[in-house]
């Protein structure tokens, strides 16, 4: 209840237990065992809240708090309560809250959605559970699609974007290092794997925008933004992840507004405990930076988990206002945490803290709040109010009559496909091809000209060898003809020599005979001895 301009929680012993609004940011922590009453503060603190004007978001990991929306019912008990804790006097009445119901799959509530860059590569590598040197190799991915201006909205552009990066990896590696294809594969079967579970609906347009849970109704009361979570815990990594997604929002979209008399917002986290399950420093370091300095943007973040020690000590120590239900000790283990949890209260001289805290029962806590000062006050133990919508759950069916007729329904009900990532690297691989294929037209263009160049020059050089073949064929056939005719004129000329030489012979001999053997034998031999002197 909000009551005397405080946020009322519950009364001890006739003290009514308050949390002073403006020591509302500087969060807070529920815990206990499970059947203790965690859901009944968590659902008496976002009541209180809301009244004061506050927006509130919660995850609802069991589905019983979709009651919120529909006034309490009255019953013997409750009346008793009502009169114990003189809440009559306070204003106490059973009525409905004003609420947004959420769902990241969009069947019991808005479709909630992000986009891949908005994750960023630090929460994507936890959601794909990706060790050191493959999350590194994200984060260059990103730098790349960054540089390129390639936008990433959902898991099809990622994947578009990591085989790009693989297949051109040599080019990257100069300016960003070695990219193993390996890593990449490994990266790609994550993403595989998320969509598989269904997780691939988390990414999108149209995104959520943080600022439509800062939303009050007519009568100033802030909205109530449940988060249905029964599907989503299904796998806890996911709901982790896409919580701490919520916070990094908030931090980095709220501006800062210092001191201020009451929050901006709360923000509670149910089952924190599977925000650090297997958390790296790097993670660690993240969700501390988060928790310490958006209360500077007006916002409280209320952790709610079974056990203190759940939470890191480093995020431990910034929760101010705690509500601690009973702890079991079955265990020396649970023992243990029962007195650290019990050593983290200012103690109360009345009472033995640790064994308090074993024999509180349900809707009983042992609660500290800071004061005006910021000064954690002494632990009181405390019985919790009741709350004044239902307790417990509303039909599926008349969860979706309300959801599908918020405004917000219409603006975010149907997913967009923008162009990014995906298009643009369709764009290029296809511009490639063509490319490429123009390349092999050319190269085979480039050596069938190589080829008939070749060819021309082989023809060319066996045309120019037939014809010096021919010239010197026809050369030799001119030289033969020349010297087979002076061979037939000095035959001739050597006959007629001969004749008369031999006839000259032959009459020195004497007689007709001696004469015409003579002449005869000097022709024979003048003509064969000249002709073929200048035959050759």
């Not at 936008?151 to 552009?157: C, N, R, S, V």
């Not at 595989?192 to 009568?219: C, Q």
């Not at 969700?287 to 952790?303: A, D, H, P, T, W």
């Not at 650290?340 to 024999?359: G, K, V, Y």
Request: aromatic share 8%; glycine share 8%.
């Amino acid at each position: 209840m909000y009551y005397d301009s405080k946020i009322l929680i519950g009364d001890s012993d006739g003290e009514r237990i308050f949390i002073e609004p403006k020591m509302a940011n500087r969060h807070g922590l529920i815990a206990g065992a499970t059947g203790t009453g965690k859901t009944i503060s968590l659902k008496v603190l976002a009541e209180s809240f809301s009244d004061a004007g506050v927006p509130v978001f919660l995850a609802d990991v069991k589905g019983d708090l979709s009651g919120t929306c529909v006034p309490g019912t009255d019953s013997e008990d409750m009346k008793k309560r009502i009169e114990k804790f003189r809440l009559a006097e306070c204003g106490f009445n059973y009525h409905a809250y004003p609420v947004t119901f959420w769902d990241i799959y969009g069947d019991m509530g808005i479709p909630v959605r992000t986009t891949v860059s908005e994750m960023g590569p630090l929460l994507l590598s936890k959601l794909l559970d990706l060790n050191d040197t493959q999350a590194a190799i994200l984060t260059i991915v990103f730098r790349i699609a960054d540089s390129e201006k390639l936008l990433l909205i959902d898991t099809k552009d990622l994947k578009s974007m990591l085989n790009y990066v693989s297949d051109h990896n040599t080019d990257y590696a100069q300016e960003y290092g070695n990219i193993a294809k390996a890593s990449i594969g490994a990266i790609l079967r994550g993403v595989v794997a998320l969509e598989t579970k269904g997780g691939d609906r988390l990414f999108g347009e149209p995104g959520l925008n943080i600022t439509d849970w800062f939303a009050t109704d007519a009568s100033g009361r802030g909205m109530i933004n449940i988060l249905d979570c029964r599907v989503l815990m299904q796998d806890t990594t996911l709901y982790a992840t896409f919580l701490l997604w919520m916070m990094s929002e908030l931090f980095e979209v709220l501006p800062e507004v210092g001191d201020t008399d009451k929050p901006r917002m709360v923000f509670f986290f149910d089952e924190a405990h599977l925000l650090f399950k297997d958390i790296s420093k790097a993670f660690l370091e993240k969700i501390e930076q988060v928790v310490k300095l958006i209360r500077s943007k007006g916002v409280g973040i209320y952790f709610i988990t079974q056990n203190p020690q759940d939470i890191p000590d480093e995020i431990l120590g910034q929760l101010g206002n705690k509500i601690q239900h009973a702890l079991r000790a079955y265990t020396p283990s649970d023992q243990k945490a029962v007195k650290a949890a019990a050593a983290s209260f200012r103690e109360n001289p009345a009472f033995d803290t640790a064994q308090t805290l074993m024999a509180l029962g349900t809707g009983e806590a042992l609660v500290s709040v800071l004061d005006e000062k910021g000064i954690p006050g002494i632990v009181k133990n405390t019985k919790i109010l009741p709350p004044q919508s239902l307790m417990g759950p509303i039909a599926d069916a008349q969860k979706q009559q309300l959801f599908m007729s918020n405004n917000l329904y219409l603006k975010y009900k149907d997913a967009q496909d923008p162009d990014s990532a995906y298009e643009a690297l369709a764009r290029l691989s296809e511009k490639e091809a063509l490319q490429a294929e123009e390349d092999k037209k050319n190269a085979l263009a480039q050596r069938e000209k190589a080829r008939e160049e070749a060819a021309q020059e082989k023809r060319e050089a066996k045309e120019a060898e037939m014809a010096a073949k021919a010239e010197q064929k026809e050369k030799e056939k001119s030289e033969k003809a020349l010297k087979s005719g002076v061979g037939r004129i000095a035959s001739t000329a050597g006959g007629t020599v001969g004749r008369e030489v031999g006839n000259a012979i032959g009459k020195s001999i004497g007689g007709r005979f001696g004469k015409t053997l003579g002449g005869n034998v000097g022709a024979a031999l003048g003509r064969n001895i000249l002709g073929t002197l200048f035959k050759k």
